[in-house]
């Protein structure tokens, strides 16, 4: 006779085991998750002879939902609320969310915690989970591709994820930055990326790269670092200790474009007469800035909608309506470039 859990109460794996299944498969397949026709009937199966009908999955099986949806940021707490961007993003995902009737619910948990987080969500009884931010080699990422509930990325995931994303033209963005600073003259052009482990600064690096071939040219310098200020701080100090004669940049966010400027005010270079710069995002702070920021906006409130109405339609009808959606990004020219 099989061993059940220690109140007497069949779990999860005692259905796993039973159905001659993974416990993952067994969760999914009770879930409304990614699952075979046979295997479901072989879980569902298992699951009757052994009574095992959990709140969560009972809700699932009887067709009601919660109603919530989970946020999923990766990146650490500090991080989360210090990123205008992040927190813009999140501001449009509640306004999106609450349209749709359904109730965000952030979920803040350790890049490298993803049993932790599989068991916050459980206990919140979420219907599917939208991710921002996502960063390539954490345990999470992984476990994201095989949750039990859908799941929707804000940006392009990262390594070999297949999950429905919502993102921008990242490469046109690069690519619109790299013609606006030739078309002002500039030759000696340095790039301050974001992370290394995340697609977006791939792509942005890569549009910017081919305008600059175009007309015989390359980067001059190439610096990868978080988005925060602190990295365009340090690296336009050390393109200037490299490269003394660059005269422009692109900035892979408006934060760093912020680091820039304040260093090269510091140097006594003048911007654009000098250096002309580009940054990404066209938040609050694009405009604050002296000189104010030439930058690319990114149409936070669309991408949040077109989350919001993928995840929503999946949960209501059990299919993706579409896989990925791809926002143009529209170049905000001041007096930066």
């Known amino acids: 006779m099989m061993a059940m859990g220690d109140n007497g109460a069949a779990t999860i794996r005692d ?3 039973l159905a001659g299944v993974a416990v993952s498969t067994a969760s999914r397949a009770l879930g409304g998750g990614s699952a075979s026709s046979r295997t479901r009937a072989k ?7 052994l009574n095992f009908v959990p709140n969560q999955s009972a809700r699932r099986l009887t067709g009601r939902r919660s109603g919530v949806v989970a946020l999923v940021v990766d990146e650490s707490t500090n991080a989360l609320f210090q990123d205008d961007f992040i927190s813009a993003l999140l501001g449009q995902l509640g306004v999106s969310l609450a349209g749709a009737g359904l109730l965000p619910f952030l979920v803040l948990a350790p890049p490298d915690d993803a049993e932790g987080f599989r068991e916050l969500l459980g206990r919140s009884e979420a219907d599917g989970v939208i991710v921002a931010s996502m960063h390539e080699g954490h345990h999470l990422a992984g476990m994201l591709e095989h949750l ?9 995931p990262p390594g070999k994820i297949k999950c429905p994303y919502v993102d921008v033209d990242n490469y046109g963005g690069g690519y619109l930055a790299g013609r606006r600073l030739l078309e002002r003259g500039c030759r000696r052009m340095a790039v301050i990326e974001g992370p290394k482990d995340m697609p977006t600064p791939y792509d942005r690096t890569a549009g910017f790269t081919d305008a600059l071939a175009e007309e015989g040219l390359e980067p001059v310098m190439k610096i990868s670092g978080s988005y925060d200020m602190e990295h365009g701080l340090a690296a336009m100090a050390a393109v200037l200790e490299a ?27 003048r911007v654009p007469e000098d250096v002309a710069i580009i940054g990404f995002d066209d938040l609050q702070a694009a405009r604050l800035l002296t000189p104010q920021l030439t930058t690319l906006a990114q149409p936070l409130p669309d991408m949040a909608q077109a989350a919001t109405e993928m995840l929503e339609h999946r949960l209501e009808h059990g299919e993706w309506k579409v896989s990925a959606q791809r926002f143009p990004v529209h170049l905000t020219v001041r007096d930066s470039a």
């Open 243 to 269: 490269v003394p004669d660059v005269d422009g940049v692109f900035a892979h966010s408006d934060k760093i474009a912020a680091g820039a400027l304040r260093v090269l005010h510091q140097e006594g270079r």
């Open 15 to 17: 259905v796993a085991k």
């Open 43 to 49: 879980v569902q199966e298992a699951a009757r002879q």
């Open 148 to 156: 039990d509930r859908p799941v929707v990325f804000i940006g392009r």
